[in-house]
């Protein structure tokens, strides 16, 4: 069984920075698998914000935190979402999730966690 826990939410004021893990469980899948992360805002659908590869080697951003956020894998359990020049438009839920490939699409990944809030004052 694969699950997913996501951390490090809170609230920041805008420019801020905050460090989002997710931590994951069945590790075989896990490191055969891409890990991506995605957020929703209230009365928004989820969108996808950022994907990594198997092996780390490929990084993929929506265009709208290229350049802010770093997504990175510390080992086969740990992806970590760094954020920073935060907005008050990046104030959603963010989810972590794995599947097979690196895609963009919600509907390629098999596993969710949770999700963490981000919340970002003005």
């Known amino acids: 069984q694969v699950q997913l826990v996501e951390s490090g939410g809170g609230l920041v004021q805008a420019g801020g920075s905050l460090r989002l893990s997710c931590a994951a469980s069945g590790r075989t899948f896990i490191s055969n698998s891409a890990m991506g992360w995605f957020r929703q805002a209230p009365g928004k659908e989820r969108e996808f914000v950022a994907v990594?590869?198997?092996?780390?080697?490929?990084t993929k951003y929506a265009d709208s935190v290229e350049d802010r956020f770093t997504i990175s894998r510390d080992n086969a359990r740990i992806t970590v979402l760094q954020m920073n020049g935060l907005k008050p438009e990046d104030t959603a839920i963010y989810y972590c999730a794995a599947g097979p490939f690196m895609t963009t699409d919600l509907g390629g990944y098999n596993y969710w966690g949770q999700g963490t809030q981000v919340t970002v004052s003005s």
């Open positions: 990594i590869s198997r092996n780390g080697g490929n």
